[in-house]
């Protein structure tokens, strides 16, 4: 009996978890997005990166992630000082989610569900 732990995968790898997103946005992106990012609102309302700060050096370095005004999710790529699509709600895989350095899933779960965003 085999019981070693085993990862399935599928192809084509989708991103929607369920029957897609109830909310949609426009707004316009402060910088580059890639596709399938959580985005923030910035200071002037369009669309921005999730960002990570990383103090200190070596083994006592801190990542801190900031996701205060955390808005939704991108479905498309998106640049700077274009409008593009935004998912305010829905079901996605997270391992699906466009990340920046730094930043985990974990970091991103709870902020995003609390919008009503759910990861898988």
Known sequence: ???????????????????????????????????????????????ALIAATTTGEGDSAKTTVTTTGIYGVVPDSIRADEEGPVWLTGEYFADSLALPEGVTVVDVEVPLRNIGIFLK
């Open 1 to 47: 009996m085999d019981l070693a732990v085993k990862t399935y995968r599928y192809d084509p790898h989708y991103f929607e978890a369920g029957i897609g997103p109830v909310a949609k946005a426009v707004k316009v992106a402060a910088v580059d997005i890639p596709a399938h990012a959580p985005v923030v609102l910035n200071s002037d309302g369009k669309l």
